[in-house]
Nanobody
Framework: QVQLVESGGGLVQAGGSLRLSCAAS????????MGWFRQAPGKEREFVAA????????YYADSVKGRVTISRDKTKNTVYLQMSSLKPEDTAVYYC?????????????????????WGQGTQVTVSS
């Protein structure tokens, strides 16, 4: 497994931008698919975005498509989530996750149980 540490969360006004980072440790990071999930108070954890091991394929939830970009830098063992045009409904704790499971579909990447490594989360608050 890989160990994951998120950073970059904070308070931002609606319409603003944030970039979340997820630093991974472990030599298997380059072979892991990575994802971002979020959980708002009183709600279940939900899928935001994912990127495959090579970085060649990305997947996004409809709620963030066009406003969010996931990327990875294997030289830095880091995954990023660039968010723009933020809305109050984007307020949540954002979690980075990794999986060694082979996925090739949105359904696979968007399922939390397919991810075995999780970070501690970073709070994103969007004020109206």
């Amino acid at each position: 497994q890989v160990q994951l540490v998120e950073s970059g969360g904070g308070l931002v006004q609606a319409g603003g931008s944030l970039r979340l980072s997820c630093a991974a440790s472990g030599r298997t990071f380059s072979s892991y698919a990575m994802g971002w999930f979020r959980q708002a108070p009183g709600k279940e954890r939900e899928f935001v975005a994912a990127i495959n091991w090579s970085g060649g394929s990305t997947y996004y939830a409809d709620s963030v498509k066009g406003r969010v970009t996931i990327s990875r830098d294997k030289t830095k063992n880091t995954v990023y989530l660039q968010m723009s045009s933020l809305k109050p409904e984007d307020t949540a704790v954002y979690y980075c996750a990794g999986t060694s499971k082979y996925c090739s579909t949105y359904g696979c990447y968007s399922t939390t149980s397919n991810f075995g490594s999780w970070g501690q989360g970073t709070q994103v608050t969007v004020s109206s």
